[in-house]
């Protein structure tokens, strides 16, 4: 056998190898624990508590007043359109493991805020509570200066 013909043999085998493995794994990542926490926190039912309500709703209305001049009433559909709104917002979110208490009892406390890139387009952080399938939000910190009479 020449060398030729190993070196063809070889490049034949190695090929179909990479086909089998990215056949196998396609096009998956790695994700973070960070990530993967993000996400579990989104794919649970979230409850908002009153106070959460008023200040999702008053940080909403400011960006739908901005860009768009009107100002919207609350009602329970526009509450649960806001939540349906701040789960897909929450991709652009972290968890800050420094100021959160996982193992709290009996729900874990997570401090939640917007990623570095994404800091400049959301004003307000919160802590998030994980208890089992739901996830329960009290308060929204509001970063930026917005007139909400939330009590």
Not at 73 to 99: C, G, W
Request: hydrophobic share 35%; net charge neutral; proline share 2%.
């Amino acid at each position: 056998m020449t060398f030729l013909r190993r070196l063809k043999l070889y490049g034949f085998g190695f090929l179909l190898g990479l086909v089998i493995v990215y056949g196998m794994f396609g096009t998956r990542s790695c994700t973070s624990v960070n990530e993967m926490k993000m996400q579990e926190l989104v794919f649970q039912e979230i409850e908002l508590s009153e106070k959460a309500k008023c200040k999702l709703t008053c940080v909403e209305n400011e960006w739908i007043e901005k860009n768009y001049g009107k100002k919207v009433t609350r009602t329970d559909t526009i509450d649960e359109l806001y939540k349906q709104l701040l789960k897909v917002q929450l991709r652009h979110f972290k968890v800050n493991y420094d100021v959160s208490s996982p193992r709290k009892e009996p729900c874990g406390e997570y401090f939640v805020e917007p990623q570095t890139e994404f800091a400049e387009q959301y004003k307000f952080k919160m802590i998030m509570l994980d208890c089992d399938s739901v996830t329960k939000i009290n308060d929204i910190h509001i970063t930026a200066s917005l007139n909400c009479n939330c009590q």
